[in-house]
């Protein structure tokens, strides 16, 4: 058995199906290349038959990456299979991920197939699928909920096909570890030929457990988990890289398996991650969570002062918090600005967003003193939108609270090249500005989520406004920072909208089928 656990991202697909969650073309690639820096082995960069979007998305980060396998996700159909292949073709790396549910429910009420169509689907979709690569993963969707027999079955079939990874995903957060991980040993001891194939689990959260359950699949032979930065993913998410990263990590003693994961790059990756989609990560968030190395605690400071060991089971700067601090300032040039983003895994589409970015740089150093590499990563994310049609665009915002308890916002805009300006009032400064840009540009959904959060701290730090919109079923999110929070809620809510009447194909649309 091998002892390399090999860890598989699929933040640019399964994480990329939390509502509101799209990602650009130029985000998609700035996140693919943080991954590739922190020498993920699979990049799972999206599912290319679901949209031109997601296609274009998959090519471009096929032609970017080197180091990392660049890997489609395809359903067992052969138009699936055909553009994953398409997509991937430029790619040093390359592998095709197909899946087919196998649990009697899904065989029955989603396929009505029998069985033994569901095993002649997959075997003629791993063939195919083989034509374009030789690195082929299968999948049988919802394998926490199917018989055993039958896995056995569809997975020796696949295996003999040519697929050389065999995926177990828990597609609806169903397992309990230890029937988990007994689960994967039987598998791995029944399948005639489980040596020509590498076994990995997928699995989701929804009771709390995809990390648990994963780990339980490694110790009993599993060599590779599917997972996401910060546990992105539908529903409550997918197994957390970092987590799973740093508890192999930690507990050597326990897991006979390493990965090759760079792991101070983990929060820079998660800081990234939730910039770009606007989900902020929670304080006590295991590793990756701004008080995850913080001791409050009288008898707990004490120990740390004394012997870190006490109390801490890894160090803060292994997993990528010593470097959070910026060193340059506002005399600081051009390319060194660049130099330093790029050791951040940030590379700029364009010239024209280099220098965006440069400028916003610049505005920051001359009113806040300190700067760290999550204000900097914010300011690309604002950057990325250079170059792109946007319908509508901040111009300024005022806001004051009146004597009677009310507010009153006056909101400027540029709205299909016309500067429109309106004044609005509310209950709370925020309400009154979100009215105003409400009824410049006729919105007439429902505001989901509004969240507020510091990037850094002290009182000039920046805040990160997270706003999710809905209309006609339709849901998007929107990010906005400034030092100002009035201002960064403007922002919020104006990214929202330019996301939700945007006429350009969807990214990636939600896919009732994925595993």
Known sequence: MSSQLKIFDTTLRDGEQSPGASMTLEEKMQIAQLLEKMRVDIIEAGFPAASPGDFEAVNAIAKRIKNSVVCGLARAHPGDIERAGEALEPAEQSRIHTFIATSPIHMKEKLRLSPDEVVERAVAAVKQARSYTENVEFSPEDAGRSEPDFLCRILEAVIDAGATTVNIPDTVGYAMPEIFGKLIGELIERVPNSDKAVFSVHCHNDLGLAVSNSLSAVMAGARQVECTINGLGERAGNASLEEVVMAVKTRPDVFDCDTRIDTTQLVPASRLISSVTGFPVQPNKAIVGINAFAHEAGIHQDGVLKNRETYEIMRAEDVGWSANRMVLGKHSGRNAFADHLKSLGVEFASEDQLNDAFMQFKIMAD???????????????????????????????????????????????????????????GNGVVDAVFQAIKNMVGFDGRLMLYSVNSITTGTDAQGEVGVRLEKEGRVVNGHGTDLD???????????????????????????SEAI
């Open 485 to 511: 929070i009035v201002k960064a809620s403007a922002r919020a809510y104006i990214n929202a909208l330019n996301k939700l009447f945007s006429t350009e194909e969807k990214a990636h649309p939600q896919y």
């Open 367 to 425: 009113k806040k003193h300190d700067i760290y590499d999550d204000d900097l990563l914010s300011i690309v994310s604002s950057a990325a939108t250079v170059g792109r049609s946007e319908k509508f665009k901040l111009i300024s915002v005022a806001a004051q609270v009146l004597p009677d308890d009310l507010s009153v916002a006056t909101v400027e805009i540029q709205m299909d090249g016309q500067t429109k300006r309106l004044e609005s009032r």
